[in-house]
């Protein structure tokens, strides 16, 4: 193997899988995979580009060399375009620039899907008929035409067929496809940036971020680099950056490693060992021994002589065993039970060797001397991992004796599990609750162990009379496994009635810790992760403990769509930005920063000092794909520069759709904002300056909303993200329903 060239990604953190270039010892190659060289219908100039390129990575000594070498090749193909294909004829640009495409159904089962193929076939069969694209299997050969601009790639599809009938028609139908006057020849219709832009894509992918990623400059100057790749070479750069493991350590030689097997032992084998204790007792020992004794008193050299007898009894505690199977060598592949026995033996030595080091470590600890040399070891060598186990143990230790300010309770895959967003001393949790399905069976025969439970006094609504009252405690997912023995059991002539079975576990939950709780005395201390019980939870009132008092960062989201075309507002306060992202497919842009920050400064109610160093930037995208991955680059980007607890605030019309796209918000607790409706209609024109009005009229209202609804949280004692809809009929729901079980009364299933 000489050689294998892997091809770069144009996005930041997405890796190309399955394609790759492998070359022999002598130069030819090996295996070719996955590249565009394979594929059939590509362009016919990327792909005679691939076939010059590849073996260019063999020539030269250095990887300027090299680079220089395959970067000649792109600037001759670059050349062919920029100069509009001077030097070829109309044929061969042709053949170089024309894309092909099999369509597997008819014309007529495509409807109204939008191709370049589907495009293709329309426009053969306006000028050779209808009967000649109404069969599946229609081989549709194209290029691009720039005209008419601000249409999409996929209506500017020209067929190849036209430019070899009769000049007349030709010209008949090229005029009326590009919507033109003058002379259309292929050369004045081709949209040269396209192409120019398909193969820039390939020498990015192939040469020049591959370079850049090697610290070489770029070897195409013509073909910019994108944007993120500038912030890579840099952090790669940073003398400063924080080093990965991986670059303090080196891989091991396998026959090193078994040589030194002999030699390998515990971490607590350090405190032992010879070079660790000569060093201890001559730089420790006798140091306190001369700063008590300056003159080198007797009882300095007693402390030196009983640290050297120590010295030595540990060594000899430490002396090898004789390891009769170290000179065993049994070939494996034939006497394969010989060998694994011969292995065994070792591996049994090895073992005894360790036990006898650790049993002469702890032997050599009990002393006089042990708080001269031993505890100083002990600290030097656990130091780091005493560090990172302090940390979690603070943490841990923040939410037992702090109490915790629920943002909201966010339901998770498994049925009865929560995540709640709490704040605890100034940090954010992401902490697993565990919400028990409560209900109440009343029955005129006793209770069954079928369903345990406890016997209560409740009252039951409507006056219902209370026979045997069984509260019963399950999980979610026990409760869900026997609903048919519950629908059973409620069809039985004895039993009245069953109780609180609709009751959503999240508002089980919000009615008994409210937004403000501790956990429990009682409850065992465990790793975050493994979460807690609902009734390890009390809940305390807000005047008792504190909720959100102090000023907690959030950032804004605001997000219309409209076929096809959409806009993105992310508004940070303590960064004091307002960015905006508009996907707009026809390219045109209407929207610039200085409209944005006029419209901005109008809807604010009140002046604010720090709007005035608010500043404004506004990216277009074409698609929806390429805008959300911009977004989830920015929230991934302010997560790194504000560490500490952080509240979305989401304003969208779908926002389980928006959290696909945009998987940043995961980190976040969101708390959404009813959209409106009218905000995802826009009209045909003049629909950015609109969208973009109502967009900053929504961030300008944004922190008040914020600052009142959590108000309203310390009001009805519920977590700030957990609010419905009609958020008044819910407060007062939530008034009721705790006066309700203050009393002991029940809620009927409906």
């Known amino acids: 193997l000489q050689a294998m060239i892997l091809p770069a990604s144009k996005e930041e953190g997405i890796l190309i899988k399955k394609r790759y270039a492998v070359f022999n010892e002598d130069g030819t190659l090996a295996?070719?995979?996955?590249?565009?060289?394979?594929?059939?219908?590509e362009l016919k100039l990327i792909k005679?580009?691939?076939a010059e390129v590849f073996d260019k990575f063999l020539h030269g000594s250095t990887l300027e060399e090299c680079y220089a070498a395959v970067a000649s090749v792109a600037n001759r193909w670059l050349d062919l375009l920029d100069n509009q294909g001077i030097d070829i004829s109309d044929s061969e640009l042709l053949g170089f620039i024309s894309e092909s495409s099999t369509m597997s159904k008819s014309l007529v089962d495509y409807g109204e899907q939008k191709s370049c193929a589907v495009t293709t076939a329309k426009r053969l069969a306006e000028f050779l008929g209808d009967s000649m694209v109404k069969d599946k299997g229609l081989h549709c050969q194209y290029i691009v035409a720039r005209e008419p601009q601000g249409t999409p790639v996929s209506e500017r599809a020209v067929p190849v067929a036209i430019f070899e009938t009769d000049a007349e028609v030709a010209k008949f139908y090229l005029r009326k496809w590009c919507k033109v006057s003058t002379?259309?020849?292929?050369?004045?219709?081709l949209d040269w940036s396209y192409y120019k832009q398909r193969l820039s894509s390939a020498i990015q992918k192939i040469i020049t971020i591959p370079a850049a990623m090697q610290k070489i400059s770029n070897p195409v100057p013509r073909v910019l680099h994108p944007d993120w790749l500038h912030k890579k070479v840099r952090?790669?750069?940073?003398?400063?950056?924080?080093?990965?493991?991986?670059?303090?350590?080196?891989?091991l030689n396998k026959d090193m490693g078994m040589h030194n097997l002999n030699g390998t032992g515990d971490i607590e084998d350090l405190l032992t060992s010879d070079k660790g204790l000569r060093k201890t007792t001559a730089s420790h020992g006798f140091n306190i021994g001369k700063e008590n004794h300056p003159n080198g008193s007797p009882s300095a050299k007693a402390s030196l002589g009983h640290c050297k007898n120590q010295q030595k009894s540990v060594i000899r505690s430490n002396e090898p065993l004789r390891d009769d199977s170290a000179d065993e060598i049994?070939?494996?592949s034939t006497d394969y039970q010989g060998w694994l026995e011969a292995r065994k033996r070792k591996w049994k030595y090895v073992r005894e060797q360790k036990k006898r080091r650790r049993l002469g470590a702890a032997a050599s600890s009990e002393g006089p001397s042990n708080n001269l040399f031993?505890?100083?070891?002990?600290?030097?060598?656990?130091?780091?991992?005493?560090?990172?186990?302090?940390?979690?143990q603070k943490q841990e230790l923040s939410l037992f004796r702090s109490h915790w300010q629920i943002i909201q309770l966010a339901p998770s895959t498994l049925p009865g599990r929560f995540f709640a967003w709490v704040v605890a001393e100034g940090i954010m949790f992401k902490i697993p609750i565990n919400v028990p399905r409560v209900?109440?069976?009343?029955?005129?025969?006793?209770?069954?162990d079928e369903f345990p439970g406890r016997r209560v006094k409740k009252i039951l609504p409507h006056g219902k009379p209370s026979f045997n009252l069984i509260e019963v405690v399950t999980s979610e997912e026990q409760f869900r496994a026997e609903g048919r023995k519950l629908a059973a059991h409620l069809a039985e002539p004895d039993v009245e009635g069953i109780y609180e079975t609709k009751i959503p576990l999240e508002l089980n939950a919000i009615l008994q810790i409210g937004c403000v709780c501790k956990v429990d005395k009682s409850a065992k201390k465990r790793n975050i992760q493994d979460g807690w019980d609902l009734a390890e939870l009390q809940m305390k009132t807000t005047a008792e403990f504190s909720y959100l008092e102090q000023t907690v960062s959030f950032f804004y989201l605001y997000h219309s769509v409209s076929e096809g075309r959409a806009v993105y507002v992310m508004y940070f306060p303590t960064s004091l930005r307002v960015h905006a992202v508009v996907i707009n497919p026809f390219r045109n842009k209407e929207l610039s920063p200085v409209f944005l920050e006029k419209q901005f400064r109008d809807a604010c109610q009140t002046p604010?000092?720090?709007?005035?160093?608010?500043?404004?930037?506004?990216?277009?995208?074409?698609?929806?794909d390429a805008g959300s991955k911009y977004v989830q680059r920015m929230l991934l980007e302010y997560r790194q520069q504000h560490p500490g607890p952080v509240i979305g605030i989401i304003e969208c019309p779908k926002l389980q759709a928006i959290r696909e796209s945009v998987r940043a918000l995961d980190d976040f607790p969101c708390v959404t904002i009813p959209c409106n409706a009218r905000d995802n209609n826009y009209q045909a024109l003049g629909w950015q300056a609109t969208a973009g009005r109502t967009s900053m009229q929504r961030c300008a209202a944004s922190t008040q909303w914020f600052n009142e609804r959590i108000s309203l949280a310390r009001y009805a004692h519920v977590p700030l993200g957990n609010f419905e809809l009609d958020w008044l009929l819910f407060t007062a729901d939530v008034f009721f329903s705790r006066a309700l079980h203050d009393q002991q009364q029940g809620t009927m299933d409906i």
Request: aromatic letters at 12%; charged letters at 30%.
């Open 235 to 251: 952090e790669k750069d940073d003398r400063f950056r924080q080093r990965k493991l991986r670059d303090m350590f080196s891989p």
């Open 48 to 50: 005679v580009f691939q």
């Open 31 to 41: 295996e070719l995979k996955g590249f565009e060289i394979k594929r059939r219908g």
């Open 330 to 332: 049994v070939d494996r």
């Open 374 to 392: 031993s505890a100083r070891n002990v600290s030097q060598l656990h130091g780091n991992s005493r560090n990172r186990s302090t940390f979690f």
């Open 183 to 189: 002379e259309a020849n292929i050369r004045f219709i």
């Open 439 to 448: 209900f109440y069976l009343n029955s005129k025969a006793p209770i069954t």
């Open 608 to 624: 604010d000092p720090l709007h005035e160093n608010l500043t404004f930037q506004v990216d277009y995208h074409t698609s929806m």
